[in-house]
T-cell receptor, first 113, second 113 residues
Framework: QQPVQSPQAVILREGEDAVINCSSSKALYSVHWYRQKHGEAPVFLMILLKGGEQKGHEKISASFNEKKQQSSLYLTASQLSYSGTYFCGTDHGLYNYGQNFVFGPGTRLSVLP | DTEVTQTPKHLVMGMTNKKSLKCEQHMGHRAMYWYKQKAKKPPELMFVYSYEKLSINESVPSRFSPECPNSSLLNLHLHALQPEDSALYLC????????????FGQGTRLTVV
């Protein structure tokens, strides 16, 4: 079952912050975040595993609330290079990964100078 | 070397043709994946190989036939495709199946005429 992402699209000025949300109606084992630029392959950003941990990667961080079956991606002081489509991918079990693994519809982020 | 290499980059084939897509990685990853991506849509998982054995087949039509000859190579054999199969086909690999970062290749842009 495909997770829901919001917003569908967002336009920022360089230096502004953004939050992208991902939610599922089923219990989650892990949430994966990827960014895909136009005409390129998806690039891994981070994985959050069951346990409610928060991860960071320079100015990009994410949280995972397993009770609410939600994850949020935080982009701080956005740069032009952050433009692209952000996908969350949800996985419902360690040993049957892929059985129900599915990407969300994506959030299109545009950072303007 | 963190690269997943896919060949060819572009492929045009007729509905009666047989062709193959190739994917290679030398990161020692034991899980490899095929995804299909239509324009402005998220990647859709097709097949998962784990330790060279087919682990997941997401109800893909038999005109798509995957093959994993060894731990570094993944092929996708195509036969009697339909125009609606035109898409970007992405290969990915990860250290193991489940809960780990996936590296994507640049994809093969397939057009069925």
């Amino acid at each position: 079952q495909q997770p829901v992402q919001s917003p569908q699209a967002v336009i920022l000025r360089e230096g502004e912050d953004a939050v992208i949300n991902c939610s599922s109606s089923k219990a989650l084992y892990s949430v994966h975040w990827y960014r895909q630029k136009h005409g390129e392959a998806p690039v891994f950003l981070m994985i959050l595993l069951k346990g409610g941990e928060q991860k960071g990667h320079e100015k990009i961080s994410a949280s995972f609330n397993e009770k609410k079956q939600q994850s949020s991606l935080y982009l701080t002081a956005s740069q032009l290079s952050y433009s692209g489509t952000y996908f969350c991918g949800t996985d419902h079990g360690l040993y049957n990964y892929g059985q129900n693994f599915v990407f969300g519809p994506g959030t299109r982020l545009s950072v303007l100078p | 070397d963190t690269e997943v290499t896919q060949t060819p980059k572009h492929l045009v084939m007729g509905m009666t043709n047989k062709k193959s897509l190739k994917c290679e990685q030398h990161m020692g990853h034991r899980a490899m994946y095929w995804y299909k991506q239509k324009a402005k849509k998220p990647p859709e998982l097709m097949f998962v190989y784990s330790y060279e054995k087919l682990s997941i087949n997401e109800s893909v039509p038999s005109r798509f036939s995957p093959e994993c000859p060894n731990s570094s190579l993944l092929n996708l054999h195509l036969h009697a495709l339909q125009p609606e199969d035109s898409a970007l086909y992405l290969c990915a690999s990860s250290r193991q199946q489940g809960g780990t970062e996936a590296f994507f290749g640049q994809g093969t842009r397939l057009t069925v005429v």
